[in-house]
């Protein structure tokens, strides 16, 4: 059987894997646009002691290629050598597509100009890693304040850069985190010497007369930058796809419980695909390397029968910055009230350990009325984000507060305080609901 595989991201990688293990004897055709020394910042030497083991497993890693044309019909594709320019045509039985998504596009005046930057791949932060000691690069200014917009920052603002961080909301990571939770964020940032330039608008990008970029322009005033780095939103990377495959109407890759597309034996995984979600049954673009792995798992398994539907996910995360961890998982105020859910909530903040001092706060989401688990956030300075797991795996079980409270959870002085700091906040959900009832 021949296997092929589009993209070498964490979807890509992960049914690599997953076809060597199921399919120890398939030709494997992996394919990558970048070149994989860059996506994975790696040595020519290293990936040249990559690619021939992976050889050794029956699978032939084709990078810098970019495949022009789907052809189904023949199980075809037309692919071109982005380097030499050559063309040829590879054949596949089966198909798996990871072919992830774009960063937007700030849409003012300026935003081609050289310096302004969109963040979405592994490459992309490997290149920003780069750019962290480059002494051209003083002023940066990093607009959006979401999961990659703050990871930048952490990166620059750890190099010592002058950084901006511009959006439109009035906190960072408002879409991820209630205030509770951000408040301690800003403040850290704000320590670190990062600008908060919170709702505010960007209306243009100015340049020099090389055109590269020297400012940015918003509604509350100009930024100057060495470097911009964008990070508003992503867009499926499916336009070429357009008259071979279903879409919806946001790009994304039609597909059915079992990630198969609208044409046989084409799988599609990963951040062009919108997955279940869990807290509202609907299917969403949650755009994480975990969902795209399960997917990849999944694809492999049905590549020959549909035996195996794509659970729902719960869109669980974790970051670092400055000094805070932090995680979340499911819905929260800001999500809830754009899906139209009901949610309560409660909040606590306790020491992680009887014998460490360090708080963390938890605060848990549910339904009003039976008290359904609907998702959670932590933050503290300890590292407690492999937490987040337990209430992701309580929800997916479809868990209530009063399940999650009566959870069988160790204690032990050196680990814990005598109640969990999950058990202490689905107790308080528990006496928050009793109360509401009566």
């Not at 076809?19 to 030497?45: D, F, R, V």
């Not at 320590?191 to 055109?211: K, M, P």
Request: with cysteine; hydrophobic share 45%.
């Amino acid at each position: 059987m021949k296997i092929m595989i589009i993209g070498a991201a964490h979807g890509g990688q992960a049914a690599v894997t997953a076809a060597q293990a199921q399919y120890p004897t398939a030709e494997i055709s992996w394919i990558e646009q970048q070149a994989m020394t860059h996506l994975m910042g790696w040595s020519a030497t290293k990936l040249a002691t990559y690619q021939a083991e992976l050889k050794r497993q029956h699978v032939t890693l084709i990078d810098q290629t970019q495949v022009v044309k789907l052809q189904p019909s023949q199980h075809q594709v037309n692919v071109r050598n982005l380097t030499t320019g050559q063309s040829q045509t590879l054949t596949y039985d089966k198909l798996i597509l990871s072919v992830g998504a774009t960063a937007r596009q700030l849409p003012v005046v300026g935003q081609d100009l050289t310096g302004v930057v969109g963040l979405r791949s592994q490459a992309d932060m490997h290149w920003l890693r780069e750019q962290a000691t480059n002494p051209a690069v003083q002023n940066v200014v990093v607009v959006g304040a979401g999961y990659i917009g703050i990871g930048a920052v952490g990166i620059l603002s750890a190099a010592s850069k002058n950084v901006t961080l511009v959006d439109v909301n009035d906190r960072v990571l408002s879409s991820y985190l209630d205030i509770e939770l951000t408040e301690p964020l800003m403040t850290t940032l704000q320590a670190e010497n990062v600008t908060l330039a919170l709702l505010a608008q960007v209306t243009a990008l100015t340049g020099d007369a090389t055109d590269h970029v020297t400012a940015v322009q918003t509604d509350q005033g100009s930024y100057p930058a060495d470097l911009v780095v964008v990070s508003v939103g992503a867009q499926p990377n499916t336009a070429w796809l357009a008259d071979t495959l279903a879409l919806l109407p946001n790009g994304s890759i039609q597909t059915d419980a079992y990630l198969q597309t609208s044409q046989p034996d084409i799988w599609a995984i990963g951040d062009a695909v919108q997955v279940q979600y869990g807290p509202t049954a609907q299917r969403l673009n949650v755009a994480l390397a975990s969902n795209a792995r399960r997917q990849a798992r999944w694809a492999v398994q049905n590549l020959v029968t549909s035996t195996k539907k794509m659970g729902a996910v719960q869109g669980t995360s974790a970051l670092k910055l400055g000094d805070y961890y932090f995680a979340s998982t499911g819905l929260n105020s800001t999500t809830a009230a754009r899906c139209g859910v009901d949610l309560a909530s409660v909040v606590m903040t306790q020491p992680v350990t009887m014998r460490e001092a360090t708080p963390v706060t938890t605060k848990l989401f549910y339904q009003p009325k039976t008290g359904k688990l609907l998702g959670a956030q932590l933050l503290s300075k300890v590292d407690v984000t492999a937490s987040i797991n337990v209430v992701a795996l309580a929800m997916q079980a479809q868990f209530t507060v009063d399940q999650l409270a009566d959870a069988d959870f160790f204690f032990q002085p050196l680990f814990t305080t005598a109640t969990h700091f999950l058990t202490a906040a689905a107790l308080a959900a528990q006496q928050a609901r009793v109360a509401v009832t009566n």
